[in-house]
């Protein structure tokens, strides 16, 4: 007997993810908000990517269809080149690192990606690829340490790395205590560069 059973409905992305040498650089520079800001609900360093498509929830079925999907489109486009970049916000609620390098490559990455799957039959909310690597949510009492930790990283820029690896990635739902978990379900190398 499975004592973890596959639930009915996955939240699903698809994404990028910046090799460890790139987080542990981007790590260094947050040691001043992470002791300035222990209040901020950080997400693990193991954790950051970079999204191309969210899916949200999809019935559990979804993951073969896309484990079967996406390895074409990986294999049909260039590793880009990117680098983390500064730092920024959304709605003084979300903590960011920006993306700079090969934004042309990423863009018809994710075009390409978020096309094959509504081929599929898969239906999710298009939303405009903005490329970000989420750092962190503020508490609903604390509506200054978002924007006072995002200007702390003005000055951040990382080295560049090509994006070697297409991931499919499950997440926790994100209702009860604790933080989002995030699961590799699948990935598959892009093509060189």
Do not use: C
Not at 1 to 20: K, N
Not at 22 to 45: H, M
Not at 106 to 120: D, F, G, K, P
Request: aromatic share 6%.
């Amino acid at each position: 007997m499975d004592d973890h059973p596959e639930p009915p409905t996955r939240r699903l992305f698809v994404a990028l993810a910046p090799p460890d040498d790139a987080k542990d650089e981007l790590a260094r520079a947050l040691q001043p908000a992470y002791a300035a800001y222990p209040l901020l609900r950080w997400n693990r360093i193991a954790d950051w990517h970079i999204t191309l498509a969210f899916l949200g929830e999809l019935p559990s079925a979804a993951v073969p269809v896309l484990r079967s999907t996406l390895p074409g489109a990986a294999a049909a486009h260039p590793a880009p080149r990117l680098a983390l970049h500064g730092g920024g916000h959304f709605d003084g609620r979300l903590l960011w690192s920006g993306v700079t390098g090969d934004l042309d490559g990423l863009h018809e990455l994710a075009s390409a990606v978020r096309e094959l799957i509504r081929a599929h039959g898969l239906d999710f909310r298009d939303r405009p690829l903005h490329p970000h690597l989420t750092l962190a949510r503020s508490r609903r009492d604390d509506p200054t340490s978002v924007p006072l930790a995002a200007a702390g990283l003005t000055g951040f820029a990382g080295r560049s790395w090509p994006a070697e690896r297409l991931h499919l990635v499950g997440s926790n739902t994100g209702r009860g205590p604790g933080p989002i978990r995030y699961r590799d379900l699948a990935s598959w190398p892009l093509a060189p560069s």
